[in-house]
């Protein structure tokens, strides 16, 4: 026998339909995902600008001391390093060199960026090759281990693209045997 739907005694969908009519009362207060799902786009919209200008009126981010960068920095760094160590697993064009890794981070500060990567603060490239003995003098040594072998970076260059507007960061390369 097929299962048989509920029927609806009409009442829930009046209460929904009423208090969608009711613009959002304050952004103070965060909504639930039901209360959030009953709003209709207006409202949710209107939220949104209302949250928007509440985040425009805070006070400016504190920017961080030298100390606080150089530690995110180092944190960071070693992030990249294990990130990158993690995409080097054994495929067949490792044996010439030629196995391609992309590892992505977001970095909310541009200066822990930099530093990380040891770049001048005058530094404005979005897209950059950075040679591979700089990558290893600034960043680290990442090496993959597989069964009875290492894998390690190939090629001349590391390619690293930052987008400031998102804070995100993505370096590629290749690697093998």
Not at 121 to 144: A, T
Request: charge should be positive.
């Amino acid at each position: 026998m097929p299962a048989m739907k509920r029927k609806s005694d009409g009442t829930a969908e009046v209460a929904s339909k009423r208090s969608r009519t009711n613009p959002p009362a304050s952004a103070q207060v965060p909504y639930t995902k039901g209360e959030l799902d009953a709003m209709s786009k207006e409202e949710i919209v209107a939220y949104a600008l209302e949250l928007q200008g509440q985040l425009a009126s805070m006070p400016g981010r504190v920017e961080l001391s030298k100390d606080e960068v150089q530690e995110k920095a180092h944190k960071a760094a070693v992030m990249l390093i294990k990130g990158i160590e993690k995409l080097m697993t054994w495929k067949p064009s490792c044996k010439t060199g030629t196995a391609r890794f992309t590892y992505g981070a977001s970095i909310r500060d541009e200066a822990v960026f930099k530093r990380m990567l040891k770049l001048p603060e005058s530094h404005k490239k979005k897209m950059f090759k950075m040679p591979l003995h700089d990558f290893y003098d600034n960043v680290g040594h990442p090496r993959g281990k597989v069964r009875y072998s290492i894998l390690r970076m190939s090629g001349s260059d590391v390619n690293i693209r930052w987008d400031p507007e998102e804070c995100h960061f993505k370096v590629s390369g290749t690697y093998g045997n």
